[in-house]
């Protein structure tokens, strides 16, 4: 059984920062890419942030310059940064991983149960 477990989300006022963790864990034999996505209410799921095992990264433009996503292979964990928060940052955040699994031939997208992330004053 592989899980995705995030953690680190709250309450923050504007301008503010706060860092996400997302822990896998399982009988996991390789991550290839870890992503973090958000979703507000009432809009669709869209992509923050991507980190390849290679260490690529990409963002989407709204968070380029205050949103940083790193990843510690040994830990098997991803991390988002996120600082100069706004309230349109408001959002369920979720981290996606593409982990291939002990007895599997192929690698599969795994999701996280979500944190909540509340910018307000």
């Known amino acids: 059984q592989v899980q995705l477990v995030e953690s680190g989300g709250g309450l923050v006022q504007p301008g503010g920062s706060l860092r996400l963790s997302c822990a896998a864990s399982?009988?996991?034999?390789?991550?290839?890419?870890m992503a973090w996505y958000r979703q507000a209410p009432g809009k669709q799921r869209e992509l923050v942030a991507t980190?390849?095992?290679?260490?690529?990264?990409n963002y989407v433009d709204s968070v380029k310059g205050r949103f940083t996503i790193s990843r510690d292979n040994a830990k098997n964990t991803v991390y988002l940064q996120m600082n100069s928060l706004k309230p349109e940052d408001t959002a369920v955040y979720y981290c996606?991983?593409?982990?291939?699994?002990?007895?599997?031939?192929?690698?599969?997208?795994?999701w996280g149960q979500g944190t909540q992330v509340t910018v307000s004053s």
């Open positions: 399982g009988s996991i034999l390789r991550i290839n890419a």
């Open positions: 980190i390849t095992s290679g260490g690529r990264i």
């Open positions: 996606s991983g593409n982990l291939l699994l002990s007895g599997s031939w192929y690698s599969h997208d795994y």
